[in-house]
């Protein structure tokens, strides 16, 4: 069983994985064919002819600590080789300004590239008034929330949204991703949702929410009920995360019309300092308990830790190349329904 480490990604001169790669270039412009494929979207006929919309939301969820795990079942006779591996990865050197800052920065482009689009942004104070009458209320930005990212990896966030729109209005459509503050998160995400689903039946102004999941480090696993080991192998890099980030709007025909990822938008490069902080002491334990594992032929587990120390310039740029490159991936699907 093992743990690995890699320190270096690739440039940020280089592709975006599953973004330059597949079609979505600086300019804004999804190409068709794979780049249609990186999306999934759901009720796209539902905002046919809509130009007017108002932001119900816009949330980026910045991972701030992860962990992965990998388990090896002992082989194909179960002999209890392997045992479990975890990586846990935390991120340094980065202040709730600097997730602000960057959040700020995200929004702004977000608006840009929907008038690029050919959307309508108008005011959104009617709406706010429709959430209100549904008992909903945004949450403070900063708070620490927990994110779901598979079965075997767990991960904590903090959300922020732009400072203009007066807090983090957290929808009932994320809530399978991030958990909501008890009850009356839940009740309010609803409201959210109810809301904006009676203000674009009533005005004919479209509801248009994001939700951006940001991670700092890539985790792969290896192992399996028939391995007779196990690892986890963490880069360094930076990634709108795929299944959890998407795009969606509270059409004015009641419908919700959606656009999630399907593919990571990931950039890799100097952020900052990756290295493994786990404690002299831990590894003197789990070397110790694997030579006993291999003499006694029982499974052992193996726990390390890593720290990305970011440098905040350089993540807050990534951190525009990665959400820009999201942006337009979602409103090109959005806008011409594929």
Partial sequence: MTIERETTGLS????????????????GVLATGAAAQSVRVDNAAAMNGASQVAIGSFIVAFLTDRTDRA???????????????????????VSDADFQQATDAA????????????????DRTALVEAFTK???????????????????????????????LGGVWLPREVLGHISAPGFSGNQAAVGISMGGTAHARATGQAAVNAFYVVDFANAETYGGWF??????????????????SKVFAYAPNGRVSSVTLREP????????EFVDATTRGQRTAELAANVIGVLGGIGTNSTRR?????????????????????????????RSGR
């Fill in 12 to 27: 940020r001169r280089g592709a975006l994985a599953g973004g330059l790669a597949t079609g979505v270039f600086a300019t």
């Fill in 71 to 93: 388990r090896a079942g002992g082989g194909l006779l179960g002999n209890g080789f392997g045992g479990r591996s975890t990586a846990r990865s935390a991120l340094e050197g």
């Fill in 107 to 122: 929004y702004a482009d977000f608006l840009n590239q929907l008038a690029n689009a050919g959307y309508q942004v108008g």
């Fill in 134 to 164: 549904n008992r909903a209320r945004p949450l403070d930005n900063g708070l620490e929330r927990d994110v779901i990212l598979d079965r075997d990896s767990r991960a904590k966030a903090k959300v922020f949204s732009p400072v203009e």
């Fill in 227 to 244: 391995r007779n080991s196990s690892a986890v192998s963490v880069k360094a890099g930076l990634a709108v995360m795929p299944d959890v």
């Fill in 265 to 272: 938008i990931a950039v890799g490069g100097d952020f900052g």
């Fill in 306 to 334: 890593y720290a990305m120390t970011a440098d905040p310039e350089r993540w807050r740029a990534g951190v525009s190349e990665v959400t820009t490159a999201a942006t337009a991936r979602a409103l090109g699907a959005l």
